[in-house]
């Protein structure tokens, strides 16, 4: 009696294809613990924040002006004088940051400044006196790492003017742009460095006495160096 035995059809092994799954799987979950771990290097940046900052302001000034004269023969004579000056000063300031993450690296931001102390100075033999200096801004940033972010900065800026002159009290409005660095110290103090310019503008002024009238014409734009300490909260 012979049996007859059923040949087996051979299946391929699977285990490849086990192989390539578990490969898949890896890939995926290293992918999305990088791109968490890339997000979080702008997290590291993001929140509100404030801190103090020691400015080293450069206030450069200068005024062009007309001067007309009258003469004996009842027209005028004119003359024209221009006067420029720069006087550097410390200051303090105290300034609030809010940051939102919009991407794996990128934060955009919103903050305020105001100069806690005054500036007096010396303009044409005459005293000017700088207060509520305070500035608005917008300040997008990029992560570069979870500890370092480099950002821009522009916004507007204002100040009140008192003095020896018959225009003031006066306030100036302006303009700023800067960029800067932070560097975490900690998850929750940074360390800031930066440089903004101010360019406010153009005030013009007339006056008029006996012997003729007067105009003139002030341009003052400010180069601020800060360093300061920021908490996050």
Not at 13 to 20: E, G, H, I, W, Y
Not at 97 to 125: K, M
Not at 163 to 173: K, L, M, Q, S, V
Request: proline share 3%.
């Amino acid at each position: 009696m012979f049996l007859t035995q059923t040949p087996r059809t051979a299946h391929p092994s699977n285990a490849p294809q086990k192989v390539l799954q578990i490969c898949a799987l890896c890939a995926a979950l290293g992918t999305s613990f990088f791109s968490s771990q890339a997000l979080a290097t702008a997290k590291d940046f993001a929140g509100f924040s404030l801190g103090m900052d020691l400015n080293s302001d450069s206030i450069n000034t200068k005024t062009d002006a007309t001067h007309h004269t009258h003469d004996q023969g009842n027209g005028f004579t004119t003359t024209r004088a221009s006067l420029q000056s720069t006087e550097s000063y410390l200051n303090l300031g105290l300034t609030g940051t809010y940051r939102h993450p919009i991407t794996e690296h990128f934060l955009i931001g919103v903050g305020a400044q105001i100069h806690l102390t005054d500036t007096n100075l010396n303009n044409s033999g005459g005293k000017v006196r700088y207060t509520n200096t305070n500035t608005l801004f917008l300040t997008p940033g990029y992560a570069i790492s979870n500890t370092t972010m480099l950002y821009g900065k522009l916004g507007i800026a204002s100040r009140k003017l008192t003095g020896e002159y018959a225009y003031f009290p006066r306030t100036d409005n302006g303009t700023q742009y800067g960029f800067g660095a932070a560097f975490a110290l900690s998850p929750q103090v940074h360390l800031n460095v930066e440089y903004a310019f101010t360019d406010y503008k153009k005030f013009n002024a007339d006056s008029v006495n006996a012997g003729g009238n007067e105009h003139y014409a002030t341009d003052a734009n400010v180069d601020t160096l800060s360093v300061g300490l920021a908490y996050r909260f």
